[in-house]
């Protein structure tokens, strides 16, 4: 279970709508969020609530400051233009695949100072993340090629080209093949053409 140990303030960041589908493609240890123009300054190590707007705005996971939004300055070209830094949060708990409904939740911007009773009360919610187990996960596609080298080469290209957006990948628990599923841009997604309505 989360906890605020060693910090009374928390933080509530706003993900964009393109970020949260980026951030549900593909598995990544931080957000780093750029270009904001804040007057809140999070500080290393402050708990923040990862939050999608919306009515009312979800929760989809949880973390903790890496570095802070503020300026860094050469010190050896103390005249230098100040350089926005961006918002590093790494992640402590994700729920990007069921996100919490947060109920009078109001963000203020990019980044909301948000009551450490409340943070605790959402990491709460969220509890402690599900047991991990083991899955199997393939991406099949038949290649025309005139060798295996090629064809390695040309099922490459097409991951690159197509990516999760187009191509399905294929999953199921260790085990239990049986039970496979395929899924698209992160959701299950139907593949039996007979079945489309």
């Known amino acids: 279970m ?16 393109d ?57 050896d070209d103390p005249g230098a233009d100040d350089v926005p830094t961006p918002l590093v949060v790494s992640y402590t708990r994700r729920a990007f695949d069921e996100p919490l409904p947060v109920d009078g939740l109001v963000p203020e911007g990019p980044v909301t100072p948000l009551a450490a009773d409340r943070w605790q009360a959402l990491a709460d919610r969220l509890g402690p993340p599900p047991p991990r187990r ?4 393939s991406l099949d596609l038949p290649i025309e090629a005139a060798n295996p080298a090629e ?24 085990g239990d093949e049986l039970a496979m599923q395929a899924f698209v841009l992160g959701a299950e997604a139907n593949q039996d053409p007979e079945e489309d309505d």
């Open 2 to 17: 989360a906890d605020m140990t060693g910090t009374d303030r928390a933080w509530a960041v706003l993900l964009p709508a």
């Open 19 to 75: 970020r949260y589908d980026a951030e549900r493609l593909v598995q990544h240890d931080t957000l780093e969020l750029t270009g904001l123009e804040t007057a809140h300054r999070p500080a290393p190590g402050d708990p923040v609530a990862v939050v999608v707007d919306g009515e009312p705005p979800v929760l989809v996971a949880l973390g903790r400051v890496a570095s802070g939004v503020g300026t860094e300055q050469d010190p």
């Open 134 to 137: 083991t899955w199997l996960v």
């Open 151 to 174: 064809a390695v080469r040309i099922f490459w290209s097409y991951v690159r080209e197509l990516g999760p957006r187009e191509l399905p990948a294929y999953v199921s628990p260790s």
